[in-house]
């Protein structure tokens, strides 16, 4: 059975560009959640993305967004780079059986987001 | 503020020790806490699940134990092998959250 898969492994951008970084979950799994691990500052959480809908999003600026499509597979956006959103993005997911259950996550091997 | 703290940052011990790593919670309302093990510029390897009503949880060399009165876990691992030089981070799920909340880390080298 395939794991998480994000694409692509690596990305270099400018300041001012846009990003567009992709998760496949877990087949079976209906929520995905994403976090930017940045150098230094530990797993922030970013967005949780449940059936469809956002759940839940962290402390982050609005240029930040995404979506999860009908086979549960997700994007994440990011507009108007900066050079601190460099950092390593990770999808996970898992399956969601009711508020408050004991899933387990499962992590990608990420997307390096280099902004120069 | 819920808050996870992993210490120490760093550890560095011979192979074949048995050792310790802790994580502290600040809030003893979890739904669980999980342990992970991430290898550099790469993505989590989940290693252990302790639900809230659970006290230890053991996978090969690694048990794992939580005391959510104390706001407390350790991750146990024995006889170390320089395989298991990583970043083990701690994350709690928070009652009320439908997050996981992460601790910085411990970075772990096994000796030869």
């Known amino acids: 059975e395939a794991g998480v898969t994000q694409s692509p492994t690596h990305l270099i951008k400018t300041r001012g560009q846009q990003a567009t970084l992709r998760c496949s979950p877990i087949?079976?799994?209906?929520?995905v959640y994403w976090y930017q691990q940045a150098l230094g500052l530990g797993l922030q959480f970013l967005l949780w993305y449940d059936e469809g809908e956002e759940r839940n999003r962290g402390n982050f600026p609005p240029r930040f967004s995404g979506r999860q499509f009908p086979n549960y597979s997700s994007e994440l956006n990011v507009n108007a780079l900066e050079l601190e959103d460099s950092a390593l993005y990770l999808c996970?997911?898992?399956?969601?059986?009711?508020?408050?259950?004991?899933?387990?996550?499962?992590f990608g091997s990420g997307t390096q987001l280099s902004v120069l | 503020k819920q808050e996870v703290t992993q210490i120490p940052a760093a550890l560095s011990v011979p192979e074949g020790e048995n050792l310790v790593l802790n994580c502290s919670f600040t809030?003893?309302?979890?739904?669980?806490l999980q342990w992970f093990r991430q290898d550099p510029g790469k993505g989590l390897t989940s290693l252990l699940l302790i639900q809230s009503s659970q006290r230890e949880q053991t996978s090969g060399r690694l048990n794992a134990s939580l005391d959510k009165s104390s706001g407390r876990s350790t991750l146990y691992i024995a006889a170390s092998q320089p395989g298991d030089s990583a970043t083990y981070l701690c994350a709690v799920k928070f009652q009320g959250a439908q997050k996981l909340v992460f601790g910085q880390g411990t970075r772990l080298t096994i000796n030869p």
């Open positions: 996970a997911s898992s399956l969601v059986e009711g508020v408050g259950t004991n899933e387990k996550l499962f």
């Open positions: 809030d003893s309302a979890i739904y669980n």
């Open positions: 087949s079976g799994h209906t929520s």
